[in-house]
């Protein structure tokens, strides 16, 4: 029986909502209330244990070589595509996300991954020739090879369970490195039943394995493996930088964000008003690029707002069921609620107007109505601090510069979009926003360019997913230096003479002695 088979069981067998046993992780479907499983909340020792055990799975996984890697990740991809209503089923379940959300969002992501890395990994890990200025280098060969860190740890958060958790973990294990994922204790079940997928899809035993539990059980991760991948807050990914500072191990930290939004005077209103719903409710508001606020410049402030509202009052929101039931599904993490209630009510004690929503939604899961406000300004923690659920503060701005300034008033800088029918303004703007991506008439497709890095700036993280750098983190780069026919005696060695300081001396004032001329 496979681990999820167990933990199902235990929830059938359990009947509601019984209280997690000791050492055991209760997992509660967001949007009707009821425990869908159990996992175990796994002690250090045991994640210990599986790194070890990853540890020693890892060269014969590196010798499979490329191709050898390839032909798992393909199998996996044709693992997805046949099982793709178990898959979905389980993601609906677990985080209470809409089918289509599953779908797009995930499903279809990781099988478009699969191909994508195991395709390009030979390319952005090939050995790269470096043609040196150096002249005391002449007719030496230098390369750079990358080389698998080993045993790499991937953490991620309940949002996007499988898209940036397993996600993650595919150019790793493309790179040639055993991987053990410590998936979010709120969301844990569709990466616990990739366990089992994985080896049957042909890697060898323990190349892949899941680390069920809580904080403590990724905290016990990062001090063991050889390079770790961590996405989640800026809170816990801090902790996490500071864990591995002090293994002196890589860190590669995808967090938090507060995505602006600015429409120009020139835009596109009816595009940018369809994007501002889509990606500010999209998933509940629960996107780490999600559009988190909006700048809307005064002459088409009244018609943004008057689009987005209509707009939003035709969602339809509940437990998500068949295929088109619901366009919004339920809050997947209890105290987001909390924090959502916080912030609302700090924008509305400071002067904010609601338009559509603005309270819980009822149950017996957990939702919270798509919500539009405006009369925001930057003293209230709605345009400032990461609200994560389906709320759009919309603010009136003079012109592009103040635009600018107020997008770039922030400590994150993840994603960012721009509305502008001169699309050669439009990218000037995009240009001048301190955010790791932005977008120009279009918001968030930008995950989708696999070739492009994915990182944010400031308090959004560092390193990046996506593109060469996307793989390359998950290895060490290696200078190799060959002299393959080299005299006895070099002249940069010893015996140190007069005759060879002066040469050396002379051979500097030949190459750099002139003085610079200024340019006027
Ligand atoms: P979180 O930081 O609470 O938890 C993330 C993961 O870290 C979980 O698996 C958790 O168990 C683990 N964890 C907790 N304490 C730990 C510790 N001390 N050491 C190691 N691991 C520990 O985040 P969350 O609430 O699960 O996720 C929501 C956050 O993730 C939001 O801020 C969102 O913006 C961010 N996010 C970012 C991206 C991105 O690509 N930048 C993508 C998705 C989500």
Redesign the pocket.
Known sequence: MSALEQSETTAQHSNGAPPAARGQIAVENPATGEVIGHVDDMRAEQVDAMVERARRAQPAWEAQGFDGRAEVMLELRHWFVQNRDQVIDLLVRENGKTREDALLAELFYVCDALGFWAKKAPKYLADERIKTHSLLLLGKKVFVRYRPHGVVGV??????PLT?SFGDCIPALMAGNSVVL?????TPLTNLMLADVVRECGAPADVFQVATG??E???A??ENVDMIH????????R??AV?AAERLIPASL????KDPMIVLREADVDRAANMAVQWAMSNSGQI??AVERVYVEEPVYDQFVEKVVARTLELRQGAPGEPGRVDIGAMT?PPQMEIIRGHMQDAVDKGAQVLVGGNAGTGPGRFFEPTVLTGVDHTMKIMTE?T?GPVLPIMKVRDADEAVRLANDSRYG?NSSVFSKDVAKGEQVARRLNAGNACVNDALMNYLALEAPFG?SGE??LGA?HGAPGIRKYCAAQTILVTRFGPKREPTMFPNTAFKAKAFERLMLLMWGRKPRRKR
């Open positions: 953490i991620g958060p309940w949002n996007y940036n410590k998936p979010s204790e709120i809580a904080g059980t990724g905290g991760l990062v961590f996405t989640g807050s800026t809170r816990t990914g902790k996490v864990a995808e967090l938090g964000g780490c690029m993490f990461e994560f993840l944010g959004s993280g997913r």
